[in-house]
């Protein structure tokens, strides 16, 4: 079992930043991917971007690329997203989610863990 938390969502001006966190606990020992995931009302839950802790290799989906980094911090067993140049349209509670083994494609079936998610509002 993987345990997962969220935090660093807020409120921001467009072309703001924000950095998301997710901490990880529980049985962490194997290499797993890490993915955000965002959601807004009524709409199907979106991939963001995704890391492999195995090796640190990155995916992101055309939408925030140029804009986001995902990022690891192993003393914390943490992987972070940087969000800069924030736009309205990335209004949307954010998740983290995790599965043992190599990122999937950006589909959430793939992800067996997820966080309780944080709220990321920009405003124009």
């Known amino acids: 079992q993987v345990q997962l938390v969220e935090s660093g969502g807020g409120s921001v001006q467009a072309g703001g930043s924000l950095r998301l966190s997710c901490a990880a606990s529980g049985n962490t020992y194997w290499s797993y991917c890490i993915g955000w995931f965002r959601q807004a009302p009524g709409k199907e839950r979106e991939g963001v971007a995704s890391?492999?802790?195995?090796?640190?290799?990155?995916s992101y989906v055309d939408s925030v690329k140029g804009r986001f980094i995902i990022s690891q911090d192993n003393a914390k067993n943490t992987v972070s997203l940087q969000m800069n140049s924030l736009k309205p349209e990335d209004t949307d509670m954010y998740y983290c989610a995790a599965k043992y083994g190599r990122c999937p494609v950006f589909n959430p079936k793939f992800f067996d863990y997820w966080g309780q998610g944080t709220q990321v509002t920009v405003s124009s």
């Open positions: 890391l492999y802790t195995g090796d640190i290799k990155t």
